[in-house]
């Protein structure tokens, strides 16, 4: 009873001292598409990906309901960093939707512009604002609009003291008169947050040390379960505290029943219960610690090389190759070391049963585009006579009219598929994880080698195949299942047969050294396929950002090398980063991954039409 009462008050007080909309709100998953269109199309950074801000303080004065209730300590403002534009988690601020999908294009579009870091946050938004007016006029209604419903919710300035008055009389000056306003006066508060403009003092978020985001997730009744929300945190490494202050304990009382101060965080094993995460969303700041101690938990060899004796054999030292550092602008060369591998103890089979009818299917319908002789009809030399332009010709000359000038003779001509293909699969950790009921990714992956291999050998074309996978810079595992110059048989399919989830996706380098393979191809179409599931990504620092844009320079070199790079993953994901790794037209996303050793073949046939 206690509990009913106390969540009916939580309700009645907060829904008093913030007047919020939910009925009407617009989330950041609802608009994600269109927010990573928009924000590249109005000349935001391509590279950057498009995800949920954290709320932090802001420090203003709240009034007695809010102090009562607890609320309006925090907002979600709009801010960029190097690898993320960060976007409020939902808008429901005004009653209308319309008006609530309007500020979401508007902050990114404010977020698009290229602004002054050395300017107040006052200026820099003005400038932001104006900037915007000016590139797209089209904007100036929904911003008045916008303008309008924000200074209705914003406190009177005549009901404020001294300082804020004049704080807040300059924020509705340069809201409604953009670069009008050249400083903030001072006051012993900040002001109330300006949902129309960027963060003041956006949250500083660490490099990547290391680790992988890219883990296997646990599936149950063949659905993964994903987080609510994807946001980032403000996070700092601190000291282990010692615990040697005696018999004073400083705490909370209401703390008790919640998180502990710091929770020991071990590599976790299915079989390990996580956390409660709900507690740690009401955080500013996670803090990081290393005790130095040891906990009970079994070992885990899963991203430790095998021994010599169960590893693929090596063929070679290992090849140098070059990648990009996009933070200093500059290629990086012998950075990486590739290590092309053959499968050890891989015996020749056939080919599976349950693939049988798709593959029949399928190399009856790719055996209609193998070279042919066909018959040119109307040509002026053959080895024939072409009849119906031989009779065409007598009946016009009979019945007086004037001959039209035409080849009267067949010959005929060799047509020939002048292509190659290399398909590259990424056979990263996560492809351990269940793509359905019955089958993990390394499963179809390996569905999809085999009937794209037996289309391909009806039509004739050169194929390759390849996948790859790596642990850091110096060890990218290039696993050679068939060559160009290898014929496709019973050998291959054992190779295909033997692939097995390996460690983590640095692309860049699996594609440079594809793309030199497939370069040397005397063809006149050459086609590279590249087969994924996730971003590139490694354990030291090629992860977010970095991974990406190498990834992205390695495809370029290849369209220079007259190369057609493709890629295809079943990443659900994946159009919010692969337009700036391959362009709008040079990615597909295939939303059910059991689909796709029925969908690559016929994806083929299209590309090479």
Known sequence: MEEQVGALWHKLITGAADKRYPQEAVTLEQISKTAGIVFRAWGGDSGLAVKSATATEHGAKRSLLQRIAGSNTKAELTWLDGETLNLPTAIDLFPQRGLNRDLYLWLIALAATESDPAQSWLRRNQQATLDVLARFPGLAPRYRRL???????????????????EQETAIRAALEHPGSVEGMPRAKRPPQPVHLWLHPT????????????????????????????????????????DGKDGF????????????????????????????????????????????????????????????????????????????WH??????????????????RNAEPL???????????????????????KVWLKG?????????????????????????????????????????ACLLLADLSLSTDAYASDHARVIDVIRDTLFLFSEA??????????????????ENIRFHVLKEFEHKYNAEVRGRIQAIKPGFYTRMGAAIRHSSQLLAKQAA???????????????????????????????????????????????????????????????????????ELPRELPMLYAQLTR
């Open 456 to 473: 391909l050998s009806a039509t004739g074309d050169r194929f390759a195949l390849y996948g790859f996978s790596s642990l850091k810079r």
């Open 379 to 419: 040509q002026f030399d053959g080895t024939e006579l072409d009849l119906d332009a031989c009779i065409q010709f007598s009946a016009d000359r009979i019945g007086g009219l004037q001959a039209r000038e035409q080849g009267l003779y067949k010959a005929h001509q060799y047509r020939d598929r002048d292509l």
């Open 350 to 372: 056939p080919l599976p049963a349950h693939l049988g009818a798709t593959a029949r299917r399928l190399r009856s319908q790719f055996e209609a585009l193998a070279p042919a």
């Open 524 to 594: 006149t179409q050459r086609l590279l396929l590249i087969l994924t599931d996730g971003k590139p990504n490694d354990l030291d620092q090629y992860e977010g950002r970095y991974g990406v844009e190498d990834t992205r320079v390695a495809i370029h070199e290849a369209r220079q090398m007259g190369l057609r790079p493709f890629c295809v993953t079943i990443d659900e994901k994946g159009s919010s980063y692969l337009p700036h790794l391959f362009g709008v037209n040079g990615y597909v996303v295939i939303r059910k991954p059991e």
């Open 147 to 165: 303008v309008e419903a924000v200074l209705a919710l914003r406190p009177r300035p005549e009901r404020l003291p001294q300082g804020e008055r």
């Open 248 to 323: 004073m304990m400083f705490f909370r009382a209401e703390s008790i029943f919640s998180w502990a101060e710091y929770i020991k965080i071990n590599r976790p094993t299915e079989e390990d219960e996580a956390p409660d995460e709900r507690a740690a969303e009401d955080l500013d700041t996670l803090s990081v610690a290393q005790d130095g101690k040891t906990t009970a938990s079994r070992l885990r060899f899963d991203l430790d090389l095998p021994s010599e004796q169960a590893d693929d054999q090596p063929l070679g030292g290992g090849i140098l190759l070059p990648e």
């Open 326 to 343: 996009y933070k200093k602008r500059l290629m990086q060369p012998g950075h990486c070391r590739l290590q092309p591998m053959v499968a």
């Open 202 to 241: 956006p949250p500083a978020t660490p490099p990547a040390s290391g680790g992988s985001s890219k883990e296997p997730e646990s599936h149950e009744g063949g659905e993964s379960k994903k987080s609510e929300k994807d946001r980032r945190y403000k996070a700092e490494r601190v000291e282990m505290p």
